[in-house]
């Protein structure tokens, strides 16, 4: 009877926009406290690829670890392609969460 009382789990969608929420906090800091400057400068640009990073490493896993593999390479085209790959699967899970975010609200 106890197990009914509780409340359901959060969709996947939120709790692993939490986590990345908490595992990244500091990444968004940098990111908001430059952009709240006005700068967008290669600092700016710097924070943005730490967020986009930290993001990839907790839902795009693989296409994170196949950009770091790109680290020290003379192959500009590749590491190009990779980060283009972990930006593209970034932005698909966003859609997801916030469309996961959105149901939860209008609960």
Do not use: N
Not at 39 to 51: K, V
Not at 72 to 78: K, L, Q, Y
């Amino acid at each position: 009877a106890e197990a009914a009382a509780e409340a359901p789990p959060p969709p996947p969608a939120v709790s692993e926009a939490a986590a990345v929420r908490s595992a990244c906090a500091s990444a968004m800091e940098a990111l908001s406290a430059c952009m709240q400057k006005g700068s967008d400068d290669a600092g700016c640009m710097q924070a943005r690829m730490g967020l986009t990073m930290c993001i990839a490493q907790q839902v795009c896993s693989a296409e994170a670890d196949l950009f770091h593999s790109y680290k020290g390479s003379a192959d500009g085209e590749g590491a190009v392609a990779a980060f283009d790959a972990v930006e593209s699967c970034t932005a698909r899970w966003a859609s997801r969460a916030q469309g996961g975010q959105q149901v939860e609200a209008a609960q």
